[in-house]
């Protein structure tokens, strides 16, 4: 399944309703309120004021994100006066689009679209490899960003985090994340704590083994720390020393480290030694004890899982760290909970398996809503058309409070008009769910 851009579903929705005009300006905008173009005339029915109350928005160029309303249109010179502050003065020529709603609106009812649908009709698919046997750590894959400089479970310590999505500086299946670490200070770091994790605690007392993948911009800059606090006010700081290349993915090892007992804080931290110099790390992991719950991959957490599977081979050292593996397992009786404020999900396994192997996950995760007119939901071909006709059907069913009251029976009808059609075109068009898996109880 391909995805689509936001500015091809606008385009589609404006043009299946009959609200479609793209022209190049051809005069640069200026310091003013001002659009100009004669393009426009082709439009008009050489009528002045013909797009008055019509939006106006910028597609690229230095304005671009622009939704402007027009209160004044001259057909002479193709000239649009828009209200708000000035325009951005540019030399070059932007491509704007005319509607009778705007694009903000578009785009409201666009994702409006996509999450009343739902995940029965429409989804994206899901595979999932990010989770690891008996790794205590949450988001050991490093995959979750609620923005490209921030993670959900990790945490900076004065060092910046980057999303790194570009070919050969991830460890994982294609189309997954690595964070690039840069230091602020000498021997900086990220970390993993157990006031986020409190899971981590649970390793009191147990022999633990540490591993992270790193790719150092300087050789044998990047570390992999167990730092550890007990209730005697005790500490221990635990280090990796594997020697690692510059510019190559090297597996860090701390083995065999025996924990305190009675802890009170643990961090599991990520470092890179040098200021200003980065670390790429990737599916990091911490074993030392049989777990059965698993913090769900953030797809998931709103979405549904048909089938698990766990790998039972492996090339590598580690069967984990197999970029692509080709034996599985079916898993049978697993089960879905939630923290008692529903916050996170967690995937519960009844059985004990051996540590360091994949678990491969198979499920649907709502479509992605689109912010920027480049941003993409996970849709294309016929799917496009039922989710601009539902869009349809919402951008009309929220103006209808717009019109004056002898016309909104108007707007009522041209709403019933595109959900009707979005019923007709929904049973050929509907995506078909995976197959899921069968749950028979342990007794």
Not at 185 to 194: A, E
Not at 264 to 272: A, F, K, Q
Not at 353 to 367: A, D, E, K, V, W
Not at 395 to 407: A, Q, T
Request: glycine share 6%; aromatic share 10%; with cysteine.
């Amino acid at each position: 399944m391909g995805t689509t851009a936001a500015s091809v579903l606008d385009e589609r929705l404006s043009k299946i309703i009959g609200d479609w005009t793209e022209v190049a300006l051809t005069t640069a905008a200026t310091a003013s309120v001002a659009v100009v173009s004669t393009n426009l005339k082709a439009y008009d029915d050489a009528n002045d004021d013909h797009f008055n109350g019509w939006w106006v928005y910028h597609t690229d160029g230095v304005n671009a994100g622009q939704d402007r309303k027009i209160y004044d249109y001259a057909t002479a010179a193709g000239s649009a006066s828009v209200r708000g502050a000035n325009y951005a003065a540019e030399t070059s020529l932007a491509t704007v689009r005319f509607s009778r709603h705007g694009y903000d609106a578009h785009l409201r009812a666009i994702n409006d679209a996509i999450r009343e649908v739902g995940t029965d009709v429409l989804f994206r698919e899901i595979e999932d490899r990010s989770l690891v046997t008996n790794n205590i750590l949450w988001d050991g894959h490093l995959e979750d960003f609620p923005s490209s400089t921030t993670m959900t479970f990790w945490t900076a310590n004065s060092a910046t985090i980057a999303k790194s999505g570009t070919a050969g500086l991830y460890r994982g299946a294609r189309g997954t994340f690595s964070a690039k670490v840069t230091g602020v200070i000498t021997s900086d770091y990220i970390y993993q704590s157990s006031n986020t994790n409190p899971q981590l605690l649970d390793l009191k007392d147990t022999e633990v083994n540490l591993y992270a993948w790193a790719y150092p911009e300087t050789a044998n800059d990047a570390t992999i720390t167990a730092y550890t606090v007990n209730s005697a006010g005790s500490t221990q700081t635990l280090a990796s020393t594997t020697a690692c290349a510059s510019a190559k993915w090297t597996l860090l090892k701390l083995e065999n480290q025996k924990f305190n007992d009675d802890l009170t804080s643990v961090e599991i931290r990520l470092g890179v030694a040098s200021s200003t110099k980065y670390v790429i790390y990737d599916n990091a992991r911490v074993t030392g004890r049989y777990i059965h719950r698993y913090m769900l991959p953030e797809p998931f957490r709103d979405g549904s899982i048909s089938r698990i599977y766990i790998q039972t081979t492996g090339d590598s050292d580690y069967p984990c760290d197999d970029l692509m593996p080709r034996s599985w397992d079916r898993i049978f009786n697993w089960d879905i909970v939630s923290d008692v404020d529903t916050t996170y999900r967690y995937l519960y396994l009844p059985d004990t398996y051996s540590s360091n192997r994949q678990l491969q996950i198979i499920g649907t995760s709502p479509l992605s809503e689109v912010t920027t007119f480049a941003s993409s939901t996970e849709i294309s071909g016929a799917q496009v058309d039922l989710l601009t006709a539902y869009a349809a059907y919402c951008l009309f069913r929220d103006e209808e409070d717009v019109p004056s009251s002898e016309d909104t029976g108007r707007y009522i009808s041209r709403a019933q008009r595109w959900l009707n059609e979005y019923y007709r075109l929904r049973p050929s068009l509907k995506m078909i769910r995976p197959r899921g898996t069968m749950h028979i109880a342990n007794i």
